[in-house]
């Protein structure tokens, strides 16, 4: 009997040692005469628990994990006999406790099978979106998205619907789809994990976007640190124009649509949408200022719809089970369900998707279980290095993003980046500082020099040079870069100061 196995082959998982595991597992099959189906599938975002072996065993997928090449040995004598005795075996890989508690909608098909197999992708509801959307007319998907409440998963968390209309009513001769897949905030890697283990599901949301605005041209603007992306997405796209889900006449419907990878060149500040767009066109990617919006005038000056990889996802949820399903999830203003990056000094790292409303407390400690250096917590800081230092008192705030909003923080695209008790939260607001004035495109005068200045008084801060002083100055940078910024980089960079110098005053005294 062929033993069917499930290993991943994202970036994560390899970096752990998955590819070393596959080749002493085919070694050590060879070498017993084991007949062994071993498929590359996508990680299911435990990260804490890889390499994450599957076997599939009367139709259940029983996980083993952590897996080194060291287990290899015993593992195949448990194949052989009883895999539940084997030490490292967890149960079925759908009952672990961290992956049965989510309410996973975008991630749901991650790690179920090979994530270049369209076979796999079709059986598991893949593409019934676009099958649906093919039967409407565009303002009737547009409406669909409107209705749904998806907002945008990136910082703004701008209405997608709102979006597409406005690029919907705008006559353009050549209007795009584009896919901001530059993921650059530090403890973020969802987009990443999606796209290495679900390709196709972000190919299905661009090509549903270009039905509903009458767009025929996208593109993926990928973050060039993301080579095992890159690798996917291209064969994921060969893959679809084949079978026509690509082209000049999508799954036989007449209609035209087609993606394009483009890769970014190490830029944080091409996160911001109209600086990826200059960077599209061949220029230096400097930001733009607005009005114009991208919706009127993006890409090559037409009207341009610009979604994140998660929001683009989310779309398929919506036309696959319709908007009332999707509205079902969240709180508030905030619909859906939120894809949280556990990351930093946490003890079980990994990708948590909840509907909104959850707390940081939940996240932190009934699936993250506490730090990983086993100290108490410090600070959470959630939303990228933009995002505010959020100490204990602000652990139950749900995760909406009107209620972040009312304490000066944001949910930006979902990480969240743990903190001991060991932090010094004047070294991370000089962090915040010197993580801009590396990053600025240089365009505008208060991010430009304003977070270099913000450096050098944050120095004497710390050195504890007249510091009441000093801290009325950085207080004045600040709101410098608040309003004298054209993008969210010079704007939003005062939040984690303002929150370290609030609510951890006592490290900068």
Not at 227 to 242: C, D, F, K, Q, W
Request: charged share 20%; glycine share 12%; net charge negative.
């Amino acid at each position: 009997m062929t033993a069917r196995l499930f290993l991943p082959r994202d970036t994560t998982a390899v970096a752990l040692g998955a590819d070393r595991v596959a080749r002493v597992l085919a070694q050590e099959a060879q070498r017993r005469g084991l007949s062994m189906d071993l498929v590359r599938n996508g990680s299911r975002g435990l990260f804490w628990l890889e390499p994450l072996l599957e076997v599939e065993q009367d139709g259940v997928r029983i996980a083993f994990g952590p897996l080194d090449v060291a287990a290899v040995p015993s593992l195949c004598d448990a194949l052989a006999t009883n895999p539940l005795e084997h030490p490292l075996c967890l149960g079925p890989v759908e009952d672990i406790p961290y992956l049965k508690a989510q309410q996973r909608l975008t991630f749901a098909r991650v790690g179920r099978g090979d994530p270049l197999c369209l076979d796999t992708y079709r059986a598991l509801n893949g593409f019934a979106g676009l099958q649906r959307a093919l039967r409407l007319d565009s303002q009737s998907i547009v409406t669909a998205v409107i209705a749904s409440g998806l907002r945008g998963r990136g910082g703004a968390a701008f209405p997608a619907g709102i979006k597409w209309q406005t690029v919907l009513d705008t006559p353009g001769a050549q209007k795009y789809v584009v896919c901001n897949a530059d993921e650059g905030d530090s403890g973020t890697f969802a987009d990443r994990l999606l796209m290495e283990a679900d390709p196709y599901q972000l190919l299905e949301g661009m090509i549903i976007a270009g039905l509903a605005v009458g767009s025929t041209k996208g593109y993926v603007y990928l973050r060039s640190e993301y080579p095992r992306a890159r690798e996917i997405l291209t064969e994921a796209i060969a893959n679809a124009r084949v079978q026509e889900y690509l082209g000049n006449n999508i799954c036989g419907s007449g209609k035209a649509f087609d993606v394009e990878l483009r890769m970014g060149a190490g830029a944080y500040i091409c996160g911001e949408e109209t600086s990826m767009l200059d960077s599209l066109e061949g220029k230096r990617g400097m930001v733009r200022a607005k009005p114009p919006v991208p919706a009127i005038a993006g890409l090559f000056g037409q009207p341009t719809v610009v979604n994140n990889v998660l929001t683009l996802a989310a779309v398929t949820t919506v036309l696959e089970k319709g908007s009332e399903f999707y509205r079902d999830f969240g709180v508030g203003r905030s619909r859906g369900t939120l894809a949280v990056q556990l990351a930093g000094n946490i003890r079980r790292g990994g990708l948590v998707e909840l509907a909104y409303g959850a707390s940081l407390r939940q996240l932190v400690d009934e699936f993250g279980g506490g730090t990983y250096s086993g100290r108490a917590m410090r600070a959470i800081q959630v939303g990228g290095p933009l995002g505010a230092y959020l100490p204990e008192s602000h652990w139950d705030i749900p995760l909406d993003y009107e209620a972040f909003a009312g304490i000066g923080a944001m949910l930006g695209h979902g990480g969240v980046v743990v903190f001991d008790d060991t932090v010094d939260m004047a070294a991370q607001a000089r962090f915040a500082l010197e993580f801009c004035a590396i990053e600025s495109c240089g365009k505008c005068t208060p991010c430009r020099l304003g977070s270099v200045r913000g450096v050098e008084v944050m120095d004497r801060i710390i050195a504890r040079e007249s510091p009441a002083r000093n801290i009325a100055l950085l207080q004045d940078l600040c709101d410098t870069l608040e309003a004298g910024s054209l993008c969210a980089l010079g704007g939003m960079t005062p939040q984690p100061v303002r929150s370290a110098l609030a609510w951890f005053p006592e490290d900068f005294s």
